[in-house]
C-alpha cells in the first residue's frame, strides 16, 4: 500500500512540474519573484527534452510502483506513458514541444513588459 502510494505521488508531482514548465512564466505575472524558480524548472525540463535524461521521478515512479506489484513506467518514461497518444496524438509530440516552449518565451516576454510597466509606475509615484 505505501509502495503504490509512493509511485501516485510521483506521478501526480510530475503532472504538476509539467504543469509548471508550460504555465509557470503565467503564474509568474502575478508573482514575479516566481520567474528565477520557473527560469530554473523550464531549463531543466528543456535539457531532459534535448538531452534525453531521465527524470528522477520516472525512477521514484517505478520503484514505487514495481515495489508494490505493479507495472512500471515504459521505457520511453512519463511523458509517453501518460500523455502522449493519450491527451495528444503521437504523431504530435515535436508540436506539443514547440508550443509549450513558444507559452514559456511568450509568458516571460509579458512578464518583461509588465515588470518595466510595474517599474515605471512606482518611478512615478516615488517623485
Known sequence: MVY???GDAAMLFHF???LYVALGGF?????????WIHLGV???G???????WTCPLTHV?????????QAGLT??????HYLTGVIYPADDLRLVQTGVGVAV???WVVLAVLTRRRARAESTTAT
Not at 27 to 35: K, L, V
Open 4 to 6: 503504490r502510494l509512493i
Open 27 to 35: 503564474i509568474a505575472w502575478r508573482w514575479p519573484r516566481t520567474f
Open 16 to 18: 504538476a512540474f509539467i
Open 75 to 80: 521505457e520511453e518514461g512519463f511523458i509517453d
Open 46 to 52: 528543456l535539457a531532459i527534452s534535448i538531452v534525453g
Open 61 to 69: 515512479e517505478n520503484w514505487g510502483r514495481e515495489n508494490a506489484g
Open 105 to 107: 518565451v511568450l509568458s
Open 42 to 44: 523550464a531549463l531543466y
